[in-house]
Each structure stands twice: as C-alpha cells, then as structure tokens.
C-alpha cells in the first residue's frame, strides 16, 4: 500500500489549500480513505472520511470550510480546505480504513500545513 500526500505549504489565515493522495497497492473503491491530522504535541485525529459509497465524515472544527472527494478513476482522494484559521502547523496525513473515520490501517508520509500570517 502506497499513500503519496501533496498539496501541503504555507498559506495565510482565511486562505485555502488543496490536498491530494494518490493511492496504490489495493483496490482504491474498496476502502473507506481520508486525511487525519497531528498537531505538534497531539495525538493523530480524523479530520474527514470518505466511504467506499461516498458518504462523508467531517470534524466539528472543520464543517462548512473542507470539502472532501475523490475520484476512483484515479485512486485519488482530494481535501479542499478553505477559510483557513491561523492555527500554526500541522501534518495532514492520507489514511485508509475499513469503515469511515475508523481505525487506521495505513498512513500516507504526511504533508506540512502550515496557516500563519
């Protein structure tokens, strides 16, 4: 299983930024995939799911300003963010799991997320 993150950078509070994963190694359509996100300091938490169906998963903090899709054409799965806080620095992981938002079976590398004026 590969879960190769881009996107990632600098950007300002109330900016936007697009993640992607490209993903290979398993049947894509199968698996519920998403983007967890670890704080310097903090434990991994889910940020938002996608499952094999479609239906989505949001955190609280994040509902209204990210967009999660994807597209199994191109074992892809995409987190648009918008309306970022300046929360400093994160890493946003790719992950994949059974059910939605559920335990983790594999990890992307990570991409910095960087929202600082």
Same mark, same amino acid.
């Given at each position: 299983? @590969? #879960? ?13 930024? !697009?993640?992607? $994963?490209?993903?290979?190694?398993? %049947? ?8 967890? !996100? @670890?704080?310097?300091?903090?434990? /991994? ?17 994040? &509902?209204? !300003?990210? %967009? ?7 074992? %892809?799965?995409? #987190? @648009?963010?918008?309306? #970022? &806080?300046?929360?400093?620095?994160? =890493?946003?992981? $790719?992950?994949?799991? /059974? ?12 991409? /910095?997320? %960087? =929202?600082?004026?």
């Amino acid at each position: 299983v @590969q #879960l190769v993150e881009s996107g990632g950078g600098l950007v300002q509070p109330g900016g936007s930024l !697009r993640l992607s $994963c490209a993903a290979s190694g398993f %049947t894509f359509s199968s698996y519920a995939m998403g983007w967890a !996100r @670890q704080v310097p300091g903090k434990g /991994l938490e889910w940020v938002s799911g996608i499952a094999s169906d479609g239906s989505t998963y949001y955190a609280d903090a994040v &509902k209204g !300003r990210f %967009t999660i899709s994807k597209d199994n054409a191109k074992n %892809t799965v995409y #987190l @648009q963010m918008n309306s #970022l &806080k300046p929360e400093g620095a994160a =890493v946003d992981y $790719c992950a994949t799991s /059974l059910v939605i938002a559920g335990g983790i079976d594999n990890l992307g590398k990570g991409t /910095l997320v %960087t =929202v600082s004026s």
